[in-house]
Every structure is written in structure tokens, then in C-alpha cells.
């Protein structure tokens, strides 16, 4: 005698939603399985759509500090280290090249008041006064050089314009070239609306970071 169990479906409605959406995809890719251009524009629609999306995938962070993450970014992006007090939300910022000629942090906070009010005459140094900050800086030559090159990925494959920067990115001084021939093209916002969205992303990451850190006082100043 045969004995038949009903065993009941693992998958969820989501899962299954999941399978036939992943069906249809792929139904239509074998429907144009034998034209060239079409499966190219599904490639750069992917490549555009859909993989750099990936890269700028939102970052859950608490509402209160969604404000500052522009004004953040806004300072590393003009070469300026950041400092930000997680507590009372104030940015303080100054120009990368001083920091290596004074150490905020080194001396005694009076003494370096002082010597920065002689020198340069700055007499509110707001991150001296500070129990915790965290410190963003603004991205180094490896970092910019990943920005550049992942923008010259998203643009088009028939944009000429990828094919330029690809090779100025491969060949002697790339950040000069890169910047003369984004200057000249029409994608020179689209570069500077890219790189900042990037920069904000970078700068929200790192602040979930160290957010989860403080939990051991990882950021306190000593």
C-alpha cells in the first residue's frame, strides 16, 4: 500500500515572489538570447542601474545625526579634517596641512590654544574642548583614485567619454588627466554629484562604525 505525506512548502511568499520575478528575468534574456545589441543594453542597464545602486546601498543611521553627514562630507571633499561630536552634533574642521605641522592633541589644550592664537590666529578651536569626537579625513590618493575609476565604470559603454578615462586612469600622472578631461565634458557635474555621494556614504559608514566602538569609549580622547 502506498502511503502518501503532505509535507508542507518550506519557501515563503517572498521566496516564491523572489522565483518568479527571477523567471521572468531570465525569460527575457533567453527570448533575445541572439541579438547582440539587445543584450548589451541589458548589460549597461545592469551595469549602470543596478550594480553602482549597489555601491551607494543606504546606510541605516539615528535621524539626529542625517545632518551632519552632508556638512561632513562637504569638509573632507575640500581637503579638510573633520571633527564631530556624537554627542552635541558639532563639526569643527580644519585644513589637513596645518595637522601635520601642529598635533591638536599632543600638548596641553591651553598651550596649544595659545600657540594657534599666536600663529594663525584661531582663538576658538571647538574640538579641544571635546570628552569624544570622531575624526574624518579626507580620502587619500588610494580612496580617490577608486572614486575616479568607479565613475568612469557606470558611465555607458558607447560614451566615448569611458574609454578616455579608463586609459587617463592607466597611464602616467592619472589625476591630473583625469580632471582635465572630466573639465571639459559634459559629465563634470555628474562627477561631483558621483564623488560626493560617495564621500557622504564613506563618511555615514564610518560613523555606524564608531558609533558601535563607543559602546567601549573607542573614541574618548586621552
Known amino acids: 500500500m502506498n502511503i502518501t505525506v503532505k509535507v508542507p512548502s518550506l519557501q515563503t511568499n517572498t521566496e516564491i515572489?523572489?522565483?518568479?520575478t527571477l523567471d521572468q528575468i531570465l525569460a527575457i534574456i533567453r527570448s533575445v538570447m541572439d541579438?547582440?545589441?539587445?543584450?548589451?543594453?541589458?548589460?549597461e542597464f545592469l551595469e549602470e542601474e543596478i550594480f553602482i545602486e549597489e555601491k551607494f546601498k543606504e546606510i541605516e543611521i539615528p535621524e539626529k545625526f542625517k545632518?551632519?553627514?552632508?556638512?561632513?562630507a562637504g569638509s573632507i571633499d575640500a581637503g579638510l579634517v573633520c571633527f564631530f561630536n556624537p554627542e552635541t552634533l558639532a563639526i569643527d574642521a580644519y585644513p589637513r596641512?596645518?595637522?601635520?605641522?601642529?598635533?591638536?592633541?599632543?600638548?596641553?589644550?591651553?598651550?596649544?590654544?595659545?600657540?594657534?592664537?599666536?600663529?594663525?590666529?584661531?582663538?576658538?578651536?571647538?574640538?579641544l574642548d571635546w570628552?569624544?569626537?570622531?575624526?574624518?579625513?579626507?580620502?587619500?590618493?588610494?580612496?580617490?583614485?577608486?572614486?575616479?575609476?568607479?565613475?568612469?565604470?557606470r558611465l555607458k559603454n558607447a560614451d566615448k567619454l569611458k574609454n578616455k578615462l579608463i586609459d587617463a586612469l592607466n597611464n602616467h600622472k592619472p589625476f591630473a588627466n583625469f580632471k582635465n578631461i572630466i573639465d571639459n565634458s559634459d559629465h563634470r557635474?555628474?562627477?561631483?554629484?558621483?564623488?560626493?555621494r560617495w564621500l557622504e556614504n564613506s563618511v555615514a559608514a564610518q560613523l555606524m562604525e564608531e558609533l558601535d566602538n563607543s559602546q567601549c569609549g573607542a573614541f574618548e580622547k586621552i
Not at 545632518?67 to 561632513?72: L, Q, S, T
Not at 596649544?112 to 590666529?121: P, T
Not at 570622531?134 to 587619500?140: A, G, L, N, Q
Open 35 to 43: 541579438d547582440k545589441q539587445k543584450l548589451n543594453r541589458i548589460l
Open 67 to 72: 545632518p551632519c553627514i552632508a556638512e561632513i
Open 189 to 196: 557635474q555628474d562627477w561631483f554629484d558621483f564623488k560626493f
Open 17 to 20: 515572489n523572489m522565483s518568479n
Open 131 to 153: 570628552l569624544i569626537f570622531i575624526e574624518f579625513t579626507p580620502p587619500d590618493s588610494h580612496e580617490s583614485f577608486r572614486i575616479m575609476e568607479a565613475f568612469a565604470e
Open 97 to 127: 596641512d596645518l595637522l601635520h605641522e601642529v598635533d591638536l592633541f599632543e600638548d596641553d589644550p591651553e598651550e596649544v590654544k595659545k600657540n594657534l592664537s599666536e600663529l594663525y590666529g584661531w582663538d576658538d578651536v571647538k574640538v
